[in-house]
């Protein structure tokens, strides 16, 4: 059986890499720029660290930045206007998963001008045409949009997020530059990190795992237990770089193999509480490790990331004692970036349960899950993270 990868075409890596953008742009002949970003950047000024040099490099551009923090139809809708106004044949998202993903709607919109409904792009899709180019350069450490060939729109009309899959979206360009991480916030630098963990570790142990994404899934999960900690409460610099790296590279495998329902779960808190996506992870992760754990070769698979994250005597532990750990090595590393750890703190109510399952039942990360999950195993999931 063959397996398939899909990556970008060309990466830049490392503090200042964003001074590569003007050249990239020349070279491939663009000729008119829509920045994509949201107002809270360009209010703090990371936006403009990356306008200021295509302004010094003559670069046209004009800038859409209305975009929620999980992007609604209604802002791909007007970034598509923006984008057609503004006669833009090149997308430079800056930003988080959120600007990132908004940018890839108006992407495909503005190629494949069938799906401007949005809803039709829902799961794995049959666009015909490769999206407009985008050029993205990641603000957080912890979707990996600029690497992968998902992007989650929010109905707000149906209260769910759409978990759109499509090979013609993905970035031409990425540019990591850990300098416009810098200027995360401690809360923002915790939760994307943790999604960057999520990512990580339910790639690893998806029904599709397989030797490629197994390399990248695991050395991400080795940087994110090494460095987190450091780059979010120390903002050390070293550590902020390295975390960012491992983002890229956990994007890099799960955008291949999937992921799991950590993300199920998560999606739904989201579309209902308009919960950050990160803190839903992170607080969902421990309790659906020890749900999972209970599949005897995930329980394996917990064994390989202890021993290859500082606990060598997991290979003698059973597989009781390895979930034990494992969970407990994830929440304390939650703990240590000040991540809530209840679903309570984030406004989940026990009677939005059901409603809540039947929407994870039909969310498209579910069936990368390594174990069979019924609605009622949903239902006791949500209420064992309260």
């Known amino acids: 059986m063959s397996i398939k990868f899909v990556l970008n075409e060309t ?4 503090k200042g890499a964003r001074e590569e953008l003007p050249g990239e742009i020349q070279k491939r002949g663009f000729k008119k720029v829509l920045v994509v970003t949201d107002k809270s950047l360009l209010e703090c000024g990371v936006t403009s660290k990356v306008t200021e040099i295509l302004d010094k490099a003559g670069i046209v551009y ?3 930045s209305e975009i929620k923090p999980n992007p609604t139809i209604k802002n791909v809708l007007d970034g598509v206007e923006a984008c057609r106004n503004a006669e833009a044949d090149v997308i430079v998202a800056v930003g988080g998963g959120s600007s990132i993903d908004t940018a890839k709607g108006i992407s495909i919109v503005m190629t494949n001008p069938d799906r401007s409904d949005i809803v039709s792009l829902n799961g794995l899709s049959n666009t015909v045409n490769k999206g407009l180019p985008i050029i993205a350069l990641p603000t957080t ?8 060939i998902n992007y989650v729109i929010t109905d707000e009309e149906r209260e769910i997020k759409m978990v759109c899959v499509d090979p013609n979206d993905i970035p031409i360009l990425a540019i990591v530059d850990s300098e416009l991480m810098a200027s995360m916030p401690k809360s923002i630098a915790a939760s994307t990190g943790m999604d960057a963990l999520t990512h990580a570790v339910e ?7 397989n030797t490629m994404s197994d390399m990248f899934h695991m050395e991400a ?10 780059a979010v409460n120390e903002k050390d610099e070293e550590a902020t770089e390295k975390v960012a790296l491992a983002q890229y590279i956990a994007g890099m495998g799960f ?3 999937g992921l799991g329902i950590v993300h199920s779960m998560a999606h739904q808190l989201g579309a209902v509480y308009d919960t950050p996506h990160g803190i839903a992870n992170a607080i969902l992760l421990p ?8 599949d005897k070769e995930t329980a394996q698979r917990f064994r390989e990331i202890l021993i290859n994250i500082g606990r060598p005597d997991a290979e003698h532990l059973n597989d009781q004692d390895v979930i034990n750990t494992f969970v407990w090595m994830i929440s304390e590393l939650s703990k240590a970036v000040g991540i809530t750890q209840k679903l309570s703190d984030v406004g989940a109510k026990e009677e939005d349960f059901e409603l809540l399952a039947d929407k994870a039942m039909e969310d498209p990360c579910k069936p990368g899950n390594p174990r069979e999950v019924t609605k009622e195993d949903f239902i006791g999931l949500y209420r064992k993270a309260m």
Do not use: Q
């Open 11 to 14: 990466s830049y890596f490392g």
């Open 62 to 64: 004009e800038i859409y």
């Open 141 to 148: 450490s912890g979707t990996a949009a600029e690497v992968t």
């Open 203 to 209: 790639g690893y142990i998806t029904k599709a795992h």
């Open 221 to 230: 999960i080795k940087l994110i237990f090494k460095y987190l900690s450091a």
């Open 255 to 257: 955008s291949n193999v």
């Open 287 to 294: 309790t659906v490790m020890r749900f999972n754990g209970e």
